[in-house]
């Protein structure tokens, strides 16, 4: 299958800090990328939509200017968590879609811990 | 929400067949069946997807019956690796529709 890169695994920083995650498909282009959450004991939770060239499109309640996602390439979103705050703790993971069966491939995850 | 109904949790002896099953009574023409599972403190996995037929991977196999409204995945032979939450997300390609996933079921593989 597909596979899907995230950087870092886990980091630990400051409340107050700026954070940013990558998330990179390796073997194919993803014109599409997805931002999800996940907190202890529950579901995913999808926050954002990336597309290549353009704005995110964020799910209610996920605020834009906190969470900044940017798609510059077929390869490459970045997620950037602005004054991190302790409860922007959280598993943060990725995936991109395959075009031609639109079917999501995820990366590892990142662990986000602020202290 | 979930457009599923799955169990909250089930068990399975290393070794043997693991039948995961998931309600979609409300599922439409086009949308899909998809699988997915996700081990602790990992990114979810894609394992397997189906419309109307039965598909099988190197992964597992998915019976979907015929009124589309239940689905059963199987793993053939469990091994304690395949102890994960397992989730059934149905999904219309081509469009802007997203995955939703549900809680999901527990899947415990034990020796």
């Known amino acids: 299958g597909a596979v899907v890169s995230q950087h870092p695994s886990w980091v630990i920083c400051k409340s107050g800090t700026s954070v940013k995650i990558e998330c990179r498909s390796l073997?194919?282009?993803?014109?599409?990328m997805f931002w999800y959450r996940q907190f202890p004991k529950q579901s995913l939770m999808l926050m954002a939509t990336s597309n290549e060239g353009s704005k995110a499109t964020y799910e209610q309640g996920v605020e834009k200017d906190k969470f900044l996602i940017n798609h510059a390439s077929l390869t490459l979103s970045t997620l950037t968590v602005t004054s991190a705050h302790p409860e922007d703790s959280s598993f943060y993971i990725c995936?991109?879609?395959?075009?031609?069966?639109?079917?999501?491939?995820f990366g590892p995850g990142t662990r986000l811990t602020v202290l | 929400d979930a457009k599923t109904t799955q169990p909250t949790s089930m068990d399975c002896a290393e070794g043997r067949a693991a039948n995961l099953p998931c309600n979609h009574s409300t599922i439409s023409g086009n949308e899909y069946v998809y699988w997915y599972r996700q081990i602790h403190s990992q990114g979810p996995q894609y394992i397997i997807h189906g419309l109307k037929n039965n598909e099988t991977n190197e992964m597992a196999s998915l019976i979907i019956t015929e009124d589309r409204k239940s689905s059963t995945l199987i793993l053939p032979h469990a091994t304690l690796r395949d102890t994960a939450v397992y989730y059934c997300i149905v999904f219309t390609q081509g469009g802007s529709e997203k995955l939703v996933f549900g809680k999901g079921t527990k899947l415990t593989v034990n020796p």
């Open positions: 073997d194919f282009q993803a014109t599409t």
């Open positions: 995936s991109a879609r395959v075009g031609a069966t639109d079917t999501q491939y």
